[in-house]
């Protein structure tokens, strides 16, 4: 399960930090990011990381964003800085090649390609 929080109502100009914590028996996750989601628009990529640190960003967050990871707690942060109006919308965390313990000893991991969290909403007034 995916837990996301730190959404909220904040200023043009504002900040906002999203953290989105990975529940469960996890060994390990592959890479963690963010979306984002208007009503009636498609979602799409605000960010990614990977367990090592390699890091994407969509075009018109960076320099504005910041996307980090704490793997001993399976967390992903969003730094969200220099907010506009534009950057409203319901920003989702994502987790993408998750390896869980089974129980059935400690090298018996099970898979799963993909999962996502609830959705918190951020919004931006002007």
């Known amino acids: 399960q995916l837990q996301a929080s730190g959404g909220g109502l904040v200023q043009t100009g504002g900040s906002l930090r999203l953290s989105c914590a990975a529940s469960g028996s996890i060994f390990s996750i592959n890479v963690m990011g963010w979306y984002r989601q208007d009503p009636g628009k498609q979602r799409e990529l605000v960010a990614t990381?990977?367990?090592?640190?390699?890091?994407n960003y969509a075009d018109s967050m960076k320099g504005r964003f910041t996307i980090s990871r704490a793997n001993a707690k399976n967390t992903v942060y969003l730094q969200m800085n220099s907010l506009k109006p534009e950057d409203t919308a319901v920003y989702y965390c994502?987790?993408?090649?998750?390896?869980?313990?089974?129980?059935?000893?400690?090298?018996?991991?099970?898979?799963?390609?993909?999962?996502w969290g609830q959705g918190t909403q951020v919004t931006v007034s002007s």
């Open positions: 994502n987790a993408v090649g998750i390896y869980t313990y089974t129980g059935r000893g400690p090298s018996d991991l099970a898979y799963e390609y993909d999962k």
């Open positions: 990381i990977t367990r090592g640190g390699s890091t």
